[in-house]
């Protein structure tokens, strides 16, 4: 079977792109899945979660055409591969923006690869060329939101630039799930944002709502998913759960 690309995806910062790319690559991984993890952002969150540090090659370089048997590295963790960032993709995203078809160039990198089962493409908090490349080259797009006030805003403009991109672009691509992220169940907050959530994209949001929880930001710092952090967390309970929601979508 081809392997299926998500793109974890959402303009806004700090929502939960980067620690859902990395906890749900690590449980797939676990349950036996090739996963690999390719990170767009020039700030290179999900390389330093995954303990990957300075780098020759990034996902710079992919987007200049060589090939991704080239660039994946393993991981620490088995069946988990990483095409590490660093931040002269900031760059490559200006030059993208100048090409002719500058918005393919990842589709065309990714057309056939082969050797995975998952790939993970985990986005900047932009809707700019690195996240057009991205959602033009996936299968599903996943939406982490924040259970916060203002979770709703901008996600119209999300969905709009889903669907021009699966338009112009992609046709294959469609919403692979909406992921509620550190909700506090003490808050009132977080249970009205979630029923907002659920009642605007219905089916579409994961039953699974991934708490807030100190061991879930701790594990990046240690450079480990949070499954390896503390298999016992609720955190890493919810990844499972999430994960285990994603291949029953598949
Ligand atoms: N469930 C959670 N509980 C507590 N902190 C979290 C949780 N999910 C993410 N964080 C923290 O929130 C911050 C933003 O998350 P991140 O995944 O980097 O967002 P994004 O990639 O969308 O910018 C990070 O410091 C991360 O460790
Ligand atoms: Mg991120």
Known sequence: MAAKVYAFANQKGGVGKTTTAVNLAACLAEAGERALVIDLDPQANASSGLGVKATTTSSYDLLDGAPIAELAQPTAFENLFLIPSKPELAGAAVELSRLEDGERYLAESLANVEGYDFVLLDCPPSLGPLTVNALAASDRV??????????????????????????????RLVVGGVLITMSDARTNLSADVEREVRRHFGNLVFDTVVPRSVRVAEAPSHGVPITYYDRASRGAEAYWKVAMELVERR
Do not use: C, D, H
């Open 142 to 171: 996943v939406v982490p939101v924040q259970a916060e006030y203002y979770a709703l805003e901008g996600l119209a403009q999300l969905m709009q630039s889903i669907n021009l991109v699966k338009t112009r672009l992609n046709p």
